[in-house]
């Protein structure tokens, strides 16, 4: 049973970069799958951020592109996001899951995620 | 960027009713959709993929239909641990923006 876990810092200054930790275990993270970050700013929906594969190949939300990037650490199996020059509006749930092998390229297993508030 | 938009927002209904709801991608996307449920404070878990494959463990009371640019998921009886909110996702994509499901 494959399982995440998200950590990094709950409080993030405004400009300043956020930066969070997916700890992937029961499973490696060089299998064949897409490694996932999710956010849900408080009260509303689901926006996807951007993935990785473990030969370190990465796809982002164009909107977020310019600000934004993942990367992976086969060696501790995990992998990590980065968003730099933050406001309140990236105040948000974030979550990592995992995109599930094979032709149907959903999202299988979740972490069960991490509030980052941006505040000074 | 493909775009996903969902309707309605929030649905009133009650237990034993049959629902639906809508979820149009802003091109064709063929049947490359999953649609997730969500309860207050938890992550997402998957329902439906490759737009009407139902995953295992899910009730069969759920179905999800569609092609192209338009898509469904259905709940022939609701029961009451149904009520939660529902999103869209276009694989390795944007997701819609959400359909609450509230007791009526």
């Known amino acids: 049973q494959v399982q995440l876990q998200e950590s990094g810092p709950g409080l993030v200054k405004p400009s300043g970069t956020l930066s969070l930790t997916c700890a992937v275990s029961?499973?490696?993270?060089?299998?064949?799958?897409?490694w996932t970050w999710v956010r849900q700013p408080p009260g509303t929906g689901l926006e996807w951020i951007g993935e990785?594969?473990?030969?370190?190949?990465?796809n982002y939300n164009p909107s977020l592109q310019s600000r934004v990037t993942i990367s992976v650490d086969k060696s501790k199996n995990q992998f990590s996001l980065k968003l730099n020059s933050v406001t309140a509006a990236d105040t948000a749930v974030y979550f990592c899951?995992?995109?599930?092998?094979?032709?149907?390229?959903?999202?299988?297993?979740w972490g069960q995620g991490t509030l980052v508030t941006v505040s000074s | 960027d493909i775009q996903m938009t969902q309707s309605p927002s929030t649905l009133s209904a009650s237990v034993g009713d049959r629902v639906t709801i809508t979820c149009r991608a802003s091109?064709?996307?063929?049947?490359?959709l999953a649609w997730y449920q969500q309860k207050p404070g938890k992550a997402p878990k998957v329902l439906i993929y490759?737009?009407?494959s139902l995953e295992s463990g899910v009730p069969s009371r759920f179905s999800g239909s569609g092609s192209g640019t338009e898509f469904t998921l259905t709940i022939s009886s609701l029961q009451p641990d149904d009520f939660a909110t529902y999103y869209c996702?276009?694989?390795?994509?944007?997701f819609g923006q959400g359909t609450k499901l509230e007791i009526k």
């Open positions: 899951a995992r995109v599930k092998a094979g032709v149907d390229d959903y999202l299988d297993y």
């Open positions: 029961g499973g490696s993270i060089s299998s064949s799958s897409w």
């Open positions: 990785i594969y473990h030969s370190g190949g990465t």
């Open positions: 091109q064709s996307i063929s049947n490359w």
């Open positions: 490759k737009a009407s």
């Open positions: 996702q276009h694989y390795r994509g944007s």
